[in-house]
């Protein structure tokens, strides 16, 4: 069911299921999106699986033959996310890769984990237990009818704990803490050294807990350190790269005839070239040949040329931040630009993955032909709708969720007042 359409501009944007919306759309250039990525992300109900073989293959029918589709995915589920994909009937064309250096990692802290349980062993906590006990003048009989048999009879409690045979509850630590009255509240505490302190990364659970819409929510916690024997394991590495599938619908014939007949088949490669101020040659100037000897063994002058406009695009793209540019000896050689900031999302974007509107326009700009018209199916806050009109492309967005479909809107008209002021 169709919720609400609005037109904005070149613009055709969708309140509904996409399954609803893809079967009235056809001749599309384009298909540049961020799906689900089937991870739950902040315990979104949206995010809960990737989208399956049957959407990809409506998205793939509103295509043009040799339209390409380029489709963001999480590290963890790309396998999840390119194979509905393929079985759609798409010819996966290459892997390109987003990264950045401000991702948080959400890695379970083993150690500290380990700490709160009590450790590899209770014996030390049995041995201060004892000793503190001895301090009060409190003995170990008095200890060891903190937890009587059913009879009322002292157990073996205390030394089953010390051997590591059983381990310690919450309520039997609480009616050790508060008999003995410990200067401390959890296991944890009196495991764990505190050497310093930190933000958290807890949110508001209205937008993204990390990023400048919500600095405010962060807090001071402590930063703790144990001596058990897992101390700085983990689970998960720090999140620094999306992975998005590249694409494309085959087609009859050769890439030359099709591009004649349906505008589509190829990238743009001059129009996503990266700048720079070197003299280029070789792979990364603009195809000429080479010099050597031709089949029949005479010299050619056959030659790289090299190109002004740029370096040839590479399937890498990145944020710029200092942990990018601490692995690439020359940032400048790929595309880079900044995660989304306040300015780029928009006043009350509380959508939790928004993307940058400059790398959506590079992404819009590579596979594209010029006013040509993009499809997303699952737009969101309205990312590669805003980055399509600022680049002259049509754009025909779907979302099922209605706050981020008005979000979207905003979003999109700014984009479009701004494209008409710059016309005229």
Known sequence: MIKQMKKIGDATLY????????????????CVTDPPYGLSFMGKA??????????????????????????????????????????????????????????????????????????????????????????????????????????????????????????????????????????????????????????????????YAFTDNNMNAKKQIDVTKGNSKWEGWGTALKPAHEPIVMARKPFKGSVAENVLQHGTGGINIDECRVGTDDKLSGGSGRIGGFAGKTQGGELSDYKVLGNEQGRFPANVMHDGSEEVQDIFEDKARYFYCAKANKKDRGDDNAHPTVKPTELMKYLCRLVAPKGGVIVDPFMGSGSTGKAAIAEGFGFVGIEMDEDYFEIACARIEAAHKQKSQELF
Not at 15 to 30: E, G
């Open 15 to 30: 309140c509904a299921d996409c399954k609803d919306v893809l079967p009235l759309l056809k001749d599309i250039d384009a």
């Open 46 to 207: 949206w995010d809960y699986d990737v989208p399956g073989t049957d959407i990809w293959t409506q998205v793939h029918d509103v295509l043009k033959p040799g339209a390409h589709l380029l489709s963001f995915f999480g590290s963890r589920t790309y396998h999840r996310g390119a194979i509905p994909i393929e079985d759609a009937g798409f010819d996966i064309r290459d892997q390109l890769m987003w990264i950045y250096g401000s991702g948080f990692p959400k890695s379970h802290n083993i150690g500290k984990a380990v700490d709160k349980i009590g450790g590899e062993s209770l014996k030390w906590f049995v041995d201060y237990v004892i000793s503190h006990a001895e301090i009060k003048g409190i003995s170990k009989n008095d200890l060891t009818m903190l937890f009587p048999s059913k009879n009322g009879n002292p157990t073996g409690w205390l030394w089953n704990k010390a051997s590591g045979t059983q381990g310690l509850t919450i309520e039997q630590f609480n009616k050790i803490k508060n008999f003995l009255e410990l200067p401390f509240e959890t296991l944890e505490e009196c495991r764990r050294e505190v050497i310093g302190k930190k933000q958290s990364g807890l949110g508001s659970g209205k937008t």
